[in-house]
């Protein structure tokens, strides 16, 4: 059991923090008051090669595995303050690269891997529907087979990365009957005919990650944009949300190393009644905790990266890590408000920022009860 | 393979995936997975990709229902069909 990251992996951990101190911080506050998604920010990190990272190089990538990418993320989240251009890079990762290059045929992999981890192609994810969130298989965008094409009909909802996606995984049913094995997955490209942008989605966080509705009408496309097999989109879905669920919380432990120790700071400076606040059992006992959740949750997110590593089954840690550090986030964040009192409270402190951010880690991925019903499942109760 | 290696087989993998801590003989033949819930959408999935590997063959999604599925001699029935047809 190795608990530390090897020399190579803590080097280029160390880079991204410094990539993101240095590079992706530039007018937070305004950014995320004004909804705005930093394109730079995005081809910094693709310089970086963030976006290629599990990627093989034969198509872009550089073949890091998971404990490596992982480390990456924690060190974005560690040294940044722009989760949201950090979400709409694990949403590109997750539920694009990785189901194309599982999935994807030797043209698909050729097509979209290299634009998509050299940062010239944005991907987004259309799944989600009005009636088909947790229950994401009893979707009702509607696939019919004419002459050899598809035909999509529907409305997809919660598309991250959307209004500025260049390619978009899209799900639908040929048959609601068949459930999970009538589904289908198309990477459909921007400009196709019968595919549009619905209405923008404004969010309490992660601003900086663009989301919008996303209309299928009569949208026709060939065999080829297909996913996997006919009627085996739930096999592509799920691949997708194995990576995800696995890894797009890895930044949020860095962010809670990042608020840890911006509050051990204050808590020593910061002084009330003649001494420092952190001499106050109730100030000090909140760090704690932080510290125990930092622990607990950096621990719980590299095991499903060596599982992974080891390409062992980590559905069940993955959803303990998912439904654990989600937790953890949003009662550090919240401690970390409380401990700055009123000041964490105001914008201009930077802190009230990483609450509205860490709200939807309980969401996306899958909600926590979603994530307990996996762990039930893999309990077999 | 024979009906009944076949169904030997699956029966060992949904009494371990499915119906831990279950009694091995109360998973006859003829016992109902779909219809009762015993195999949910997911497991059904799950039981698909495994029957395709364990087995070499590929299934279509108009045999994923409960009519191919529903019982270890249905599940028997399609893969020996899949097999012969190969």
Known sequence: M??????????????????????????????????????????????????GLPIPEEYGGSGADPITTIAVMEGLGYGGK????????????????????????????????????????????????????????????????????????????????????????????????????????FMIEKGAPGLRLGKPMDKMGLRT???????????????SARLGREGRGAEVFNCSMAWERACILASCVGVMRRQLEQCIQYARTRKQFNQPIGKFQSVANRIVDMKVRYETARLLIYKVGALMCQNRSADMDAAMAKLYV???????????????????????????????????????????????????????? | MSPEEIKSTVRTHILAEFLPGEDPAALTDSTPLVSTGILDSIAVLGLV??????????????????????????????????????
């Open chain 2, 49 to 86: 990709t495994y029957l395709e590997s364990k087995f070499g063959i590929t299934l279509e999604a108009h045999e994923t229902d409960a009519q191919h599925l529903n019982t270890l001699t249905d599940i028997a029935r399609l893969v020996q069909s899949k097999l012969s047809a190969a």
């Open chain 1, 326 to 381: 989600s937790d953890s986030f949003v009662k550090s964040s919240l401690d970390a408000v409380q401990i700055h009192g009123g000041s964490g409270y105001m914008t201009e402190m930077e802190v009230e920022r990483d609450l509205r951010d860490s709200v939807g880690s309980m969401l996306y991925s899958g909600t926590s009860d979603i994530q307990r019903n996996i762990i039930a499942r893999g309990l077999r109760i």
């Open chain 1, 82 to 185: 722009d989760s949201g251009l950090i979400f709409s890079i694990n949403a590109h990762l997750w539920t694009n690269s990785i189901p194309i290059l599982k999935y994807g045929t030797d043209e698909q992999k050729r097509r979209y891997l290299p634009p998509l981890c050299d940062g010239s192609m944005i991907g987004a994810n259309g799944v989600s529907e009005p009636d088909a969130g947790s229950d994401v298989f009893s979707m009702r965008t509607r696939v019919e087979k004419r002459r050899g094409e598809y035909v999509l009909n529907g409305a997809k909802i919660f598309v991250t990365n959307a209004p500025v996606a260049d390619v978009f995984a899209v799900y639908g049913t040929m048959d609601p009957r068949l459930g999970p094995m009538g589904i289908c997955a």
């Open chain 1, 2 to 51: 190795e608990f530390e990251l090897t020399e190579a992996q803590q080097a280029l951990q160390d880079a991204a923090v410094r990539l993101a101190r240095d590079e992706l911080c530039d007018d937070m506050i305004q950014r995320d008051a004004e909804r705005r998604f930093s394109r730079e920010g995005w081809k910094k990190c693709a310089e970086f090669g963030v976006q």
């Open chain 1, 209 to 223: 990650s663009p989301m919008s509705e996303l209309i299928l009408e009569e949208c026709v496309v060939p065999e």
